[in-house]
């Protein structure tokens, strides 16, 4: 596992930028480029990052980038590595797909399974806030359980959908879980996923402080207490093998229990509105999960 | 304007202008309690890598660039040595650089 | 340059091969599909050396040529009806984004309820999204014209729709004269580098949010607004109405044939009356044509080939000192008439010794329109005008309401 002070020092992101103080997707770009060596090409939609890219005609970021309509995201990246291949240009560059959770798991699933399923050759990099963060914090198929959004107000009902499950169903050769919060595991998964060819999925859990509601201070304090809490499981699954990595693989390890989901719960004020009964169900729903993937993890499969 | 021209931005700094404007606090880090600091050598960073926005140069400490940093404060929460504090503005607007940096 | 008798689809092919496309998407849809099955095979079997991204979807087909062009590469696609307004966020993003894309639509009648069958209010509804239209009369037309979209496309990096009537040319064989690869080689060489940049070494972001106005950038210099970006635009489709021409009159001095630009006309010259269309309904009003002169009507076709650009200032022209224009729209903007008729209206309004206009809508959904119903309503047309009519709703062919509802 690379170290903080072997990352690369070269930055891509640059200050300044439109993003909210304390969005975790700053945080994550800036690695993900990095192990990129800003070789790379982004097909980006509507969302947060969009905002983080900036406006006409400054950019914030200093590496290629092609805004695209909302469903489109990996459509687009399949048609810019195949356009880059019929130019002769393949290997300058790694494309890379970059869509929030609604981009990706709702209105972006349809070209994205598409892509999956013909193995066209691009990074996907879903970073998940768990909402409409863009447009004013309404509820995606990945919000969780118990979250107010502005268009669940009591509180989702549904438990969110399993995205990297979903994709691990293409049979693509790599599929990751991070999160934000640990950006050397960020690195890293970027990192392998460049020297495959095919279609890489990262599911990248990050924190959002105004759609969650915490103080932007805790972006990285939060992302690391889901993962305490089994929330958000850091993981690869490379050509079919799955391993836990990080945090998550010490956790396991370990094999105590795991810190209580409701911690985490009192921590934003999304979920300021739930009952213990919510908390218990969503408490059920998380140790169901962590089980499974220790068990895959001893079963390596 | 050229007839073909189209909507294609350059990257540069402070797009969205002196963010550093949006700050309700600004940090400050402590020379004597940074581990880079007091050894001298590039070790730890973790405020550097944990930045959002790239505010921060790695360093011995590691330096902060008040003209764009927001003042979320990541940086002064991951520190593990807490070297870094958040003070509060004395008002809105840019902070002249004096005021910030080493202590 | 050999003769072959093809479909209106293989001809639509072997354009794209003849172009030597880089990078083809697309999905299957009735009438298109014979188009991309035919590329698919020759992309298979070598015979055309491109990429080949079997789409899931129309919406992704039209994303795959967005950013494969982005990149520099030369594209096709094509579909049909409910295909093409699946793809219609991306048919604007295309036309936005200035990309020099090339999809050929067979026209079909939009569902509901389903029909697979020809008209062209599918082209049609997407007549404001900034896209050149050229209307094809039969294959040999959609062969040459798909290969002069590429000229013109990329001198102008505004993409280009070639339309042509599904089923009537899509699915009937014609002798279709194939130029040689050479000819078409010396006609449109590879595609220039393109507006967009995608360079990790100079970066750019491309398409970000632009305001409503100018801004300044990192040096100070003011930039475009959206709203000049949206008059650049519409700019490089007026030029069109130049640049469609220059490329018919290039292609015929390369390839021995042309097709009359934007606007053609068939016995035009001493008539009265002009019977207006686009698309293979032309044809067949060639016909009507020979049948009211022989009664002694004096009529003549006048024919659209580029309906956006509007060839409204060529159109006055043509119809200066007519008596009537008997409009025939394979579509209708509902509540009002067909949009051919209600566009050459608004071209005619101001302009001297012009005709009276009269629309009539027909083969909606694949109703058949023979020459001698296309005669009849030119018979009715010049009835009303003598009868003292000025205006009139559409006259709509063929319409059999006798038929019961449920």
């Known amino acids: 596992m690379t170290r903080i002070t072997e990352l690369p020092t070269t930055e891509y992101v640059l200050p300044g930028n439109r993003a909210c103080a304390g969005c975790g997707i700053g945080i994550a770009l800036r690695v993900v480029t990095k192990a990129l060596d800003g070789k790379m090409v982004m097909t980006v939609p509507a969302s947060c990052l969009t905002v983080l890219g900036g406006m006409y005609p400054t950019s914030s970021v200093n590496v290629p980038w092609i805004n695209v309509a909302f469903p489109s995201t990996a459509a687009a990246a399949a048609g810019a590595a195949a356009g880059l291949r019929a130019m002769g240009k393949a290997d300058d560059m790694t494309v890379l797909a970059m869509a929030g959770d609604g981009g990706t798991g709702d209105i972006g699933i349809q070209a994205l399974s598409g892509a999956a399923e013909r193995n066209d050759d691009f990074i996907y990099l879903c970073y998940d806030n768990e909402a409409y963060m863009n447009t004013g914090t309404q509820r995606s198929g990945l919000t969780p359980a118990g979250a107010r959004t502005t268009t669940t107000w009591a509180g989702k009902r549904e438990n969110p959908k399993d995205l990297p499950r979903i994709m691990e169903a293409h049979n693509i050769p790599y599929v990751a879980s991070t999160s934000a919060a640990y950006p050397t595991d960020v690195f890293d998964k970027v990192a392998k996923a460049r020297e495959i060819h095919g279609l890489r999925y990262i599911h990248m859990n990050t924190p959002c402080p105004s759609g969650w509601s915490f103080d932007p201070k805790d972006t990285v304090r939060l992302g690391k207490l889901a993962v305490e809490c089994g929330i958000v499981v850091l993981y690869e699954v490379e050509d079919g093998v799955f391993r836990l990595t990080g945090r998550s693989a010490a956790l396991a390890k370990a094999g105590k229990a795991l810190t209580p989901v409701a911690e985490y719960i009192a921590t934003q004020g999304r979920f300021k509105a739930m009952t213990a009964d919510a908390v218990a169900e969503v408490q059920a729903w998380v140790d169901k999960r962590w089980a499974g993937y220790v068990a895959r993890e001893r079963a390596g499969e | ?103 | 340059m050999t003769t072959k008798v093809i479909t209106g689809n293989e001809a639509a092919a072997t354009a794209a091969k003849l172009a030597r496309v880089q990078v083809i998407a697309a999905y299957p849809i009735t009438p298109q599909s014979p188009v991309v099955e035919t590329l698919s095979a020759w992309v298979e079997s070598g015979e055309l050396p491109a990429e080949f991204v079997t789409v899931e979807s129309e919406h992704s087909a039209l994303t795959v040529c967005i950013t494969a062009s982005t990149v520099g590469a030369r594209v096709f696609t094509a579909t049909s009806a409910n295909g093409l307004a699946y793809m219609n966020e991306q048919v604007w993003w295309a036309a936005g984004a200035r990309l020099p894309i090339v999809m050929c639509i067979a026209n079909r009648a939009m569902a509901a309820p389903w029909n697979v069958l020809n008209d062209q209010q599918d082209s049609m509804s997407e007549r404001d999204a900034g896209w050149i239209q050229l209307y094809c009369r039969d294959n040999q037309e959609i062969l040459d014209t798909t290969i002069q979209a590429y000229r013109i496309a990329e001198r102008l990096n505004v993409p280009v729709m070639v339309c042509y009537d599904g089923f009537l040319l899509s699915h009937t064989v014609m002798p279709v004269d194939v130029p040689s690869a050479e000819e078409i080689d010396a006609f449109l060489p590879p595609r220039t580098a393109p507006l967009q940049l995608v360079d990790a070494n100079d970066p750019r972001n491309i398409g970000p949010v632009t305001l409503a106005d100018p801004r300044a950038d990192a040096d100070g210099v003011v930039r475009p607004g959206y709203m000049e970006f949206r008059a650049l635009h519409h700019g490089a489709l007026l030029e069109a109405l130049d640049v469609i021409p220059e490329v018919d009159a290039e292609y015929g001095a390369a390839v021995g044939r042309s097709w009359g630009g934007l606007t053609w006309e068939y016995q035009l010259a001493d008539a009265d009356v002009a019977l207006v269309a686009a698309g293979s309904l032309t044809t067949q009003l060639t016909l009507a044509v020979e049948a009211l002169r022989a009664e002694g009507v004096k009529v003549g076709v006048l024919g659209i080939r580029a309906y956006r650009p509007f060839p409204a200032a060529e159109l006055r022209a043509r119809l200066a000192g007519k008596q009537l224009a008997v409009v025939f729209d394979k579509a209708l903007s509902y509540g009002y008439e067909g949009p051919i008729a209600g566009d050459l209206k608004a071209a005619l309004f101001t302009a001297e010794n012009s005709p009276v206009v009269f629309g009539c809508v027909c083969g909606i959904g694949g109703r058949d329109v023979s020459p001698e119903n296309l005669a009849d309503a030119a018979r009715r047309a010049i009835a009303d005008l003598d009868s003292g009519l000025r205006d009139r709703t559409p006259d709509w062919i063929n319409l059999r309401p006798e038929g019961g509802a449920r």
């Open chain 2, 1 to 103: 304007m050229s007839a073909h021209e189209i909507s294609m931005s350059r990257p540069s700094v402070g797009e969205a202008g002196a963010t550093g404007d949006w700050r309700n606090e600004y940090p400050v880090v402590a020379a004597e309690t940074c581990v880079a600091a007091k050894q001298g050598k590039i070790t730890c960073q973790i405020c550097w890598a944990h930045c959002p926005d790239a505010c921060i140069a790695q360093g011995m400490p590691p330096v902060i660039d008040l003209t764009y940093c927001k003042g979320c404060g990541i940086c002064a929460e991951v520190c593990p040595h807490h070297a870094i504090e958040m003070r509060p503005e004395a008002a809105h607007g840019v902070c002249a650089p004096a005021e910030g940096g080493v202590k």
